[in-house]
């Protein structure tokens, strides 16, 4: 099972590392700003109608928008996301199928959520894409069935996101920010979709889906004349209504800095967040150097966090900062995904930028840098109807000025180096933050102690659901007598045996699992003194593993690397049939601790850079993790073992769940003993 860390972290670096910094554009004059205004009408039912003519292109876009007031969802919360997901299967004129087939063979693309629809495509066909995009918005299908199967998807989709870190983080620091109760704070259960009926579904459609707060924006190449026609005549019949005007009590940020710490074991790197409340709007005159000091904090790989964390440390594959703006209130964010043992490290490196760009000036180059970008992208999609399209409907409901668009580089070029330090003092609470980890309390929390009490950072405890909770328990006394050969003997016992162990030469594994949509194949082939292992990817070999005595390398995509050094002597230890059958003589073996792997107690044993969990129970393996290092980037992943079946007397993990950020989960189909594995497999 060893290889598959080696395939596994090779798999995740490809897919997780980003192009580096690219040149930034060197500033030249302020190109002159034309931005064509929308021809704009109201039908009596409240529809407001937005069309900017441009004949460059053959294609046209519409855009429904509801700019309807935020509201909670209480304990039937995924009404809304249901209803995107019902909306658009299918009207009430035409079948589910017939409507999906006659957008293929438009070429087009059309959309529907609970808050809108867009549809885009060629102008020969916009009439008709017009007709589609109505009826699907104004006549939905809401059937049982369909229903029925769109609760079931997203219960499974929860199911799937209930180990996951990263969907842990987002939903508790939204949860903590915002509070439960809010419509920002609160989350989709299984217990709140199955409060939900059908026609929760429909109430929510009419109550919300309503012409009373909605804009029609259509870009392209089309006739306004032609085109009013056509909308007054699909819409004009769209029942006059007004969502419900709903006030919340704007959440408080905290007050004093802290850390909000939740315990997920199976986390092989911590998320970190370091957040506070915004109600920054574009109409405020900070507005372009909030946005800018955003920028030189962590805007992009040119940020002074991922220049910090990533470049200068190797700590994180990135580190970034947001901050949102409009009618209601938003957050501050600045965060990363790090290593468990750089958590407190990189906490103190993130109040370091934060403080720094509140109290020092941005440098000049810096200054001019963030500009070029900004005016760049400004420049880049101005001709793009999408961009149109926003920046029409923008104007109508952030309330801006007219010129607003046409100043705009000109407002982003007067910003200086004290209004970004204003800013900075402004949005970014060094003092009122809320700092949301994630994390595996055994191996994060100690240090994150001695650096809380340091910098008067105290530490409180929640569980995955933002629910206050008792410090974790990260220190557990290991019963007396238990050793790790006791360990290591107890799990051979509960295998097979020595003997049965010994007697086997070779093995061979075959697993598969779906990554991204995509079918993985898994073939894994070892000896006593050599592996290897292959992965396909859609019937294709995408990478190849192999370790023997005298050397090891990754083959990946046509590109050979050798395993060289430290590497290679892990490689090469773990390249045998059993592992433990040799640690077994190794005196000097003990056990670091007990530790919470999958919801059961067990032994830690360290060898190397590599940890095995044995069930304090069962004496089972239930999981082993793996420091890595590979371009400069270190990383530790996770493998968790279950499900163990008994193939001639031994019994093996047929379920495999490999954590490299994303989790994998590969299912064994065969297992062979003493058969299928040939020296040209080690070639």
Do not use: C
């Not at 006659?102 to 020969?124: K, Q, V, Y």
């Amino acid at each position: 099972m060893k290889k598959i860390l080696y395939i596994a972290a090779s798999l995740f670096l490809t897919i997780t590392m980003q192009a580096q910094d690219r040149p930034q554009p060197k500033p030249g004059p302020a190109p002159s700003i034309n931005i064509n205004k929308p021809e704009s009408f109201t039908l009596k039912n409240g529809l407001k109608v937005l069309i900017v003519e441009n004949h460059k292109l053959p294609r046209v876009s519409y855009t429904l928008t509801l700019d309807n007031t935020p509201y909670a969802e209480g304990d039937k919360k995924g009404v809304s996301t249901i209803l995107s997901s019902m909306i658009g299967n299918g009207t009430t004129n035409i079948p589910k199928d017939s409507f999906n087939e006659e957008i293929d063979f438009l070429g087009a693309n059309i959309n529907f959520w609970s808050e809108g629809a867009s549809a885009n495509g060629l102008s020969r066909y916009s009439k008709r894409l017009l007709e589609l995009m109505a009826d699907g918005a104004l006549n939905p299908l809401f059937v049982q069935e369909e229903f029925d199967k769109e609760v079931a998807k997203t219960i499974e989709g929860l199911k799937a996101d209930e180990k996951s870190v990263t969907a842990i983080a987002r939903r508790v620091e939204d949860a903590l920010t915002y509070g439960k109760n809010h419509y920002n704070g609160e989350f989709i259960t299984e217990e709140t979709l199955k409060n939900i009926s059908l026609a929760d579904v429909k109430l929510n459609y009419n109550t919300y889906f309503v012409p009373g707060n909605a804009y029609l924006v259509i870009v392209g190449d089309v006739n306004v004349k032609e085109t009013k026609k056509e909308v007054e005549k699909l819409f004009g019949n769209w029942k006059k209504a007004k969502a419900p005007a709903l006030t919340y009590s704007d959440p408080l940020d905290v007050q004093y800095s802290q850390i909000n710490f939740i315990d997920t074991p199976n986390a092989v790197q911590s998320e970190i967040a370091v957040v506070n409340l915004s109600k920054l709007k574009m109409t405020d005159k900070d507005y372009f150097a909030t946005i800018l000091a955003n920028q030189i904090l962590g805007g992009g790989g040119e940020g002074r966090l991922f220049l910090n964390l990533r470049e200068a440390h190797g700590w994180t594959y990135g580190s970034y900062s947001s901050i949102g703006s409009g009618k209601n209130i938003y957050k501050f964010r600045a965060g990363a995904a790090v290593r468990n043992a750089v958590t407190d490290s990189s906490v103190v490196e993130i109040f370091n930028e934060l403080k720094k760009i509140r109290t020092d000036l941005v440098t000049e180059e810096e200054l001019r840098n963030a500009k070029a970008k900004y005016v760049g992208n400004f420049v880049m999609q101005i001709e793009k109807p999408a961009t149109i399209a926003r920046y029409a409907l923008n104007k109508e409901t952030q309330s801006l000025p007219d010129d607003f668009y046409e100043n705009y580089i000109k407002n982003i070029n007067a910003v200086t180096a004290e209004d970004i330090r204003n800013a900075a003092k402004k949005y970014f609470l060094a003092d009122n933050s809320r700092v949301v980890i994630v994390g595996k309390a055994s191996e994060v929390l100690p240090s994150l102690e001695v650096m809380s009490k340091k910098e008067k950072l105290p530490i409180f405890y929640f569980d995955k659901f933002g629910n206050k909770t008792e410090k974790p328990e990260v220190k557990k006394e290991i019963p007396a007598g238990v050793t790790a050969q006791t360990v290591l003997k107890k799990y051979i016992d509960a295998i097979g045996g020595e003997k049965a162990l010994k007697d086997v030469k070779t093995l061979a594994t075959f697993s598969t699992a779906t990554v991204q949509g995509a079918k993985m194949e898994m073939v894994n082939k070892v000896t006593k003194t050599k592996s290897s292992s292959e992965v396909k990817v859609m019937g294709n070999t995408y990478m190849k593993n192999v370790v023997t005595e005298n050397g090891g390398y990754i083959s990946q995509q046509g590109q050979k690397i050798n395993i060289t050094g430290d590497n290679l002597i892990e490689a090469q230890r773990e390249a045998t049939t059993f592992p433990e059958l040799s640690l077994l003589n190794e005196k000097s073996l003990t056990i670091s601790g007990i530790e919470t792997i999958n919801g059961e107690d067990a032994y830690a044993i360290k060898t190397g850079k590599t940890t095995r969990f044995y069930s304090t129970k069962t004496g089972l393996k239930v999981g082993q993790s793996q420091e890595l290092e590979q371009g400069g980037q270190k990383m530790t992943q996770s493998t968790y073992f279950k499900e163990y079946k008994d193939v001639k007397g031994i019994k093996f993990p047929y379920t495999t769940i490999l954590n490299v950020g994303m989790e994998i989960e590969l299912t064994t189909s065969e297992v062979k003993i003493n058969e299928g594995v040939t020296d040209k497999d080690f070639e």
